[in-house]
């Protein structure tokens, strides 16, 4: 099983500022890597996926990097409404498919 | 639109079953692979189990291998999860997701989640 690991796993920032969100893989998954966005209440919501592509109707102050190990998801000025929980998930090896335990950003 | 509503869930005795069912509308249901995750606080978000767009195949995560069934009616746009021998561990939310591009992908689209509870 592909262990993924976000970190930090609590990071708090100021709206406007740029934030960078690291997640990390066990072993290699190419690109085979989505991020999603939770926010209390509501379900997960697919922003990334192949490690830089944004879904359907995602911001572009949202951007994913990184390949094999190592992924970074960015947010160029954070607005009010990307505070959340992020996941990232692995795709290339299942089952199963697994998550990251969540990096959670506050407001500061 | 695209949607998925999940319903089923409950409050159940360990040891009892229960059905959770996730109904798409707004797309060709038929042509997409399907999966059930669960998320608590303690365990996050953990994938239970998946099943082919024509139902020929299905995988299961280890921790519900041999209790728990996925399975689907394309003419209903339903998808099921059959939960047998539930734990106190199994309680969560449970969600279904769309997987855009056979089992192959990212979920892009969940439903709101279904409450499941066991407790004596």
């Known amino acids: 099983e592909i262990v993924m690991t976000q970190s930090p796993v609590t990071l708090s920032v100021s709206p406007g500022e740029r934030v960078t969100l690291a997640c990390r893989a066990s072993q290699s998954v190419g690109s085979s890597l989505a991020w999603y966005q939770q926010k209390p209440g509501q379900a997960p919501r697919l922003l990334i996926y192949g490690a830089s592509t944004r879904a359907t109707g995602i911001p572009a102050r949202f951007s994913g990097s990184g390949s094999g190990t190592d992924f970074t998801l960015t947010i160029s000025s954070l607005q009010s409404e990307d505070f959340a929980v992020y996941y990232c998930q692995q795709y290339k090896n299942w089952p199963p498919y697994t998550f990251g335990q969540g990096t959670k950003l506050e407001i500061k | ?120």
């Open chain 2, 1 to 120: 639109q695209v949607q998925l509503v999940e319903s089923g869930g409950g409050v159940v005795q360990p040891g009892k079953s229960l059905r959770l069912s996730c109904e798409a509308s707004g797309f060709t249901f038929s042509s997409n692979g399907m999966h059930w995750i669960r998320q608590t606080p303690g365990r996050g978000l953990e994938w239970v189990a998946v099943i082919y767009s024509d139902g020929s195949d299905q995988f299961y995560a280890d921790s519900v291998k041999g209790r728990f069934t996925i399975s689907r009616d394309n003419p209903k746009n339903t998808l099921f999860l059959q939960m047998n021998s539930l734990r106190v561990e199994d309680t969560a939310v449970y969600y279904c997701a769309r997987d855009p591009v056979g089992v192959s992908d990212a979920f892009d689209i969940w439903g709101q989640g279904t409450m499941v509870t066991v407790s004596s």
